[in-house]
């Protein structure tokens, strides 16, 4: 009898000490678009904290070109969920095809209306961008979305400049110092780069601090966070939770720890060779991050608002923007981790 119970206590502790590899067999593949771009950090950081993996997952990072390649992933079945911006949520809303955000990373877009040094003569406002090129990431995303609202809100034809694809990192800082583009959509740690560089480098539009934020949209506004589609979501609640877990668990890391903790952590690759740059940029990046991982509804009305005033297409959508998002899944981070959503 002692020995039965022997052995099937350690059969137990076997199973026990498997669990863990077991759960890690959910793999989840995640399209980012821009690992680079410090807006996308606390993704690619909590891969390297070990937080997926902590919440029983194998996420598999794609980093791509801009947002719009990340989504075309996931439309077309290459990847499940999109690390990238919000505001794709709402645009397809209006083309009837549903996306849904579960956690937010971002508290503001970050996005910065760059002019290139060697066209500062030449171009003081968002009105003088008129037949000018302008690079964005890519065609479609947010970057993109970013240009043609500015335009729109300065009383330009939203298509009155030419957009060309740059990517994010190092390809759009080569294409403005060359001078290959008259401006740029940008985020950190580009911008900050460029600066170090230039120090009278021109800013017409800047989204990186609350303040400026507010000054641009008239209300905050959300970035990145991670959504899929609303058939993936429903069908995958426990990678999802699973993943707004991990997600949480890095935005609490990063807001306990300092800004060289965080450098530290990151891929070589990506922090690049001036170190003393790429942390200024962080320094200036990290309030932009969300604390608790929910979506403010105000701020998802502010999207919609802002893609309704630029395109006629989601005006007489009649979108309902409540159903782009939904914050169960970080409300529920407490009851699964036993960790606290701020």
């Keep these: 009898m002692t020995k039965s119970i022997g052995k099937l206590a350690g059969a137990l502790f076997a199973l026990m000490l498997a ?5 890690a067999q959910s793999k989840v593949t995640v399209a980012v ?23 029983g997952l194998n996420v598999d990072l794609v980093d791509l070109k801009g947002g719009s390649d990340a989504l075309k992933a996931v439309l077309g079945g290459s990847a499940d969920v999109v690390s990238g911006y919000f505001d794709h949520c ?3 809303a209006a083309k009837k095809q549903e996306l849904v955000s579960f956690v937010v990373y971002d508290r503001y ?11 500062t003569g030449e171009i003081n406002s968002v009105k003088d961008l ?15 979305f970013f240009l043609k609202y500015l335009l729109k809100k300065n009383g330009l034809d939203p298509t009155s400049a030419a957009v060309i694809g740059v990517g994010l990192g190092a390809t759009a800082v080569a294409a403005m110092e060359q001078g290959q583009i008259d401006a740029a959509v940008m985020l950190d740690p580009s911008v900050t780069v460029l600066q170090g560089g230039h120090s009278d480098l021109k800013i017409l539009a800047d989204t990186r601090t609350q303040k400026d934020t507010l000054a641009t949209f008239g209300g905050e506004y959300p970035g990145g966070a991670l959504y899929s589609t609303a058939a993936w979501v429903s069908s995958h609640e426990k990678e999802v939770q699973a993943l707004t877990n991990a997600i949480v668990a890095t935005l609490s890391w990063i807001h306990s720890h ?12 990506m922090v690049g060779k ?3 740059l790429y942390l200024a940029a962080l320094k200036n990046t990290i309030p932009m991050y969300s604390e608790s991982g929910k979506m403010d509804p105000k701020g998802a009305d502010a999207v919609l608002a802002v893609f309704s005033e630029g395109s006629p297409e989601v005006a007489k959508a009649n979108v309902d923007v409540s159903k782009t998002f939904t914050n169960k899944y970080v409300d529920q981070v407490k009851k699964t981790t036993g960790m606290s959503a701020n």
């Design 109 to 119: 877009p970050g996005l910065v209306l760059v002019v290139s040094p060697k066209h």
């Design 19 to 23: 669990m863990p590899a077991v759960m």
């Design 33 to 55: 678009g821009g690992g680079a771009c410090l807006c996308y950090l606390p993704t690619v950081l909590a891969k390297q904290l070990g937080e997926f993996d902590k919440a």
């Design 90 to 92: 709402v645009n397809l």
């Design 258 to 269: 300092s800004a060289e903790d965080v450098m530290a952590k990151m891929p070589d690759e």
């Design 130 to 144: 008129a037949g000018k090129k302008v690079g964005v990431s890519a065609p479609g995303s947010s970057t993109d």
């Design 274 to 276: 001036d170190k003393a």
